[in-house]
DNA sequence: ATCGTCTATCGTCAATGCACGATTATAATA
DNA sequence: TATTATAATCGTGCATTGACGATAGACGAT
């Protein structure tokens, strides 16, 4: 059985919010996103979860063994990538499927136009 | 007279290059980028500087005034923002004039969809 | 019930980030 | 030459980051 996780934030963000929000939220919300990339391994699971179709998600010691780092340190990552908005995970008993938030990949790239050239 | 300011980096980028460029130093690059942008701060002086026309410059002391911070607060911020790629200054007589770096955002965005998507 | 697997968290350490006031260096100006 | 303006840097304090090993908790399988 598959459940919540209370901690992982929302599976998907639309971009449509973007134009009613006010430029200091915008702000924040860029600097959160962009702390999220803000290091190759980040970048590197964010990466392997773009590229994964949506019924084939990794468990977070995939991710372990595709990185040079120890399980510890890779679930910190997954931690920040929660928290800054890029990653959601199910509970899938033992495990954690991991995805990325749907949509994100636009939503960042239309906030940094919005943040910087409006 | 206008001077070049050693330590700041070059003035322009090239989206060309980034088709060339390997994985690991793309994951680098974008890592380094997004670190710059990862503070409101920095984030509004970029913007300050993408919306100035390019014969009417800022000088370091028109984004302090601009920002609720301290003078050696936002001169650590704009340190960062040329260390990370974003900004270069040039030196004219007692004042240093800021600019964003050319074609810095097309860059960024690539970079992004590059290092992420493919 | 016990074992192995999976994942999060704890504790630690060194390094970095961010804020500030104070100081310094340089250039323009009086 | 003395003064003022500009911008970088120093030194400090505090919080955060990023790495790790060790541990704990949850689950499935035996």
Redesign the pocket.
């Known amino acids: 059985?598959i459940?919540d996780?209370s901690?992982?934030g929302q599976r998907f963000v639309d971009v449509e919010v973007l134009e009613k929000m006010d430029y200091e939220t915008c702000k924040k919300m860029l600097?959160r996103l962009s702390?999220g990339i803000?290091?190759?391994?980040?970048i590197e699971i964010v990466r392997m979860l773009s590229n994964k179709p949506a019924e084939k998600k990794?468990?977070?010691?995939?991710?372990?063994r595709a990185l040079?780092?120890?399980?510890?340190?890779?679930?910190?990552?997954?931690?920040?990538l929660?928290?800054t908005g890029w990653v959601y995970?199910e509970?899938?008993?033992?495990?954690?499927?991991?995805s990325l938030v749907g949509n994100i990949m636009e939503y960042y790239r239309e906030l940094v136009r919005k943040a910087i050239q409006e």
Chains 1, 2 share one sequence.
């Not at 040079?68 to 920040?80: D, E, G, N, Y």
């Open positions: 059985m459940t996780a901690s992982c600097a702390k803000a290091h190759p391994a980040r990794y468990i977070c010691s995939d991710i372990v040079p780092l120890a399980q510890a340190s890779v679930s910190q990552h997954l931690k920040i929660k928290e995970g509970i899938d008993g033992a495990r954690v499927r991991c």
